[in-house]
């Protein structure tokens, strides 16, 4: 072997610290970048996470060999675009909802989906194949929820009642984001279900819905994570709140005596994604390839009832659980379904202004 030489001094100790430094990676175990990482999901937490680890990341695991790791967030889309704009991406699958979807996906912070390594987009539900970047997992819905023990005989049935604070005194919680909020005000305010969107796309619409959020305001506390509403009715902190339908489902399941007012709820679709760069995009086809799955869909929906996208789980969903899904015909009336695009097109503007709003 021909001997290197080196006529400079500084080179050779440049080149001596390089090698040093790459024998201590190596010995370390530290990843560098070529070298796959455990494949990382994020999702909602809480009791819809733990049906998720039932339904999809324990069994994929044990399926595969690969281990997964799990997160949580609260929907914010600044650190998908930070990883992506960085090149240091460090989640794989997320679960988003459908105006974040469209968005990001616009933005080009997502991989464009090959249907080819998920399977037919005749196997789903047609809402759960629009769209380049997702591929749609849950229908889930925001419902009016109450504690019956707390509000004993009758309870509100709409969101006018929720308005009623002389017949139901007491705190009330709201999601505190635009979206939502400005539908449920407008349904309050005696809009038609049908005619929310067709009215929140005029400035006096708005301003209706801004002026009915007024006159509940001091009553109002604002949730973020999917997990406190329910918190807050145990602790008595609220005495009804807007809620994620599963969530107050499995509280419900562990002996709490909630209730859920199907009348006005919203409903929407849920889709995985894959973030753009992720060195694991492979297994991150394989993962939301296996959690797509009927079978497994349809524990997930046994766990916690948000409504399966894969037609063949629809159908194999026990009839019980059905009842408690958002989809169910009966749950269906005077319902609302949200508007994704409608929501893409007003988004940043009402939020700025809900923003700016809820800080007064």
């Not at 038609?192 to 301003?207: F, H, R, V």
Request: with cysteine.
């Amino acid at each position: 072997m021909k001997q290197l030489k080196f006529s400079n001094k500084g080179v050779l100790i440049t080149f001596i610290s390089a090698v040093l430094a790459l024998t201590l990676i190596i010995g370390m175990g530290i990843p560098t970048k070529s070298e796959a990482r455990d494949l990382t999901v994020v999702s909602w937490g809480g009791a819809y996470q733990e049906a998720q680890r039932k339904a999809y990341f324990n069994p994929y695991m044990k399926q595969t060999g690969k281990k997964v790791l799990d997160e949580s967030y609260n929907g914010e889309m600044a650190k998908i675009k930070a990883m992506v704009e960085a090149d240091n991406v460090t989640w794989d699958v997320v679960q988003v909802e459908a105006p974040e979807l469209i968005n990001a996906c616009e933005q080009g912070l997502l991989e464009i989906i090959d249907w080819s390594k998920i399977g037919p987009k005749s196997d789903f539900i047609p809402d759960a194949v629009m769209g380049e970047c997702g591929v749609g997992t849950i229908v889930w819905a925001t419902v009016l929820a109450y504690d019956a023990d707390k509000i004993k005989g009758e309870g509100p049935k709409s969101w006018a009642d929720f308005w009623n604070i002389k017949k139901w005194s007491g705190k009330r919680a709201l999601r505190k984001s635009a979206k939502f909020s400005m539908e449920i005000a407008l349904m309050a305010d005696g809009v038609l279900p049908t005619d929310i969107y067709k009215t929140l796309s005029t400035e006096e619409g708005i301003q209706r819905a801004f002026n009915k959020l007024d006159e509940l305001k001091p009553h109002l506390q604002w949730w973020e994570a999917g997990a406190q509403p329910p918190q807050w009715l145990a602790a008595g902190d609220v005495v009804m709140t807007s809620a994620y339908n599963g969530r107050i489902s499995a509280a419900i399941k562990e002996g709490r005596n909630f209730k859920i007012v199907w009348n006005g709820q919203c409903y929407a679709l849920d889709s995985w994604v894959i973030v753009k760069g992720t060195p694991n995009i492979d297994q991150a086809y394989e993962f939301i390839k296996f959690s797509s799955q009927p079978k497994n869909q349809a524990v997930s929906a046994a766990a916690i009832p948000y409504g399966p996208t894969h037609v063949k789980a629809v159908a194999a969903v026990d009839p019980k659980i059905a009842a408690d899904l958002p989809t169910y015909p009966a749950n269906l009336k005077g319902s609302l379904a949200v508007d994704a695009e409608w929501w893409v097109d007003h988004q940043e503007e009402l939020n700025e202004r809900f923003n700016v709003w809820a800080a007064k």
